[in-house]
Nanobody, 120 residues
Framework: QVQLVESGGGLVQAGGSLRLSCAASGRTFSSYAMAWFRQAPGKERDFVCAISWSGGWTNYADSVKGRFTISRDNAKNTVSLQMNSLKPEDTAVYYC?????????????WGQGTQVTVSS
């Protein structure tokens, strides 16, 4: 069982940066692939990025490639999302997820989400 709690969301102007964090409970954090998804109002939840168990492999949606960076610290049971050059279309609730396989696949555990709003 893994519990996930996101933080770091907020309001930022276009072109700005935010750093999201996800704190995980449980001693098996390092055995899970981690990912970030987002859901904009009236839209389906979309894959943003993922990172492997060791942190050695990452994958990004084309819409965020080159602007967002996912990282993890297995000693601290945290995964982070550094978001730069933010655009109004990045506005969404961002969710942290844990699962067996990195990438845009099934994830077993989800956080409650954190709101990111980018103003133009």
């Amino acid at each position: 069982q893994v519990q996930l709690v996101e933080s770091g969301g907020g309001l930022v102007q276009a072109g700005g940066s935010l750093r999201l964090s996800c704190a995980a409970s449980g001693r098996t954090f390092s055995s899970y692939a981690m990912a970030w998804f987002r859901q904009a109002p009236g839209k389906e939840r979309d894959f943003v990025c993922a990172i492997s168990w060791s942190g050695g492999w990452t994958n990004y949606a084309d819409s965020v490639k080159g602007r967002f960076t996912i990282s993890r610290d297995n000693a601290k049971n945290t995964v982070s999302l550094q978001m730069n050059s933010l655009k109004p279309e990045d506005t969404a609730v961002y969710y942290c997820a844990a699962g067996p396989v990195p990438g845009n696949y099934h994830y077993d555990y989800w956080g409650q989400g954190t709101q990111v709003t980018v103003s133009s």
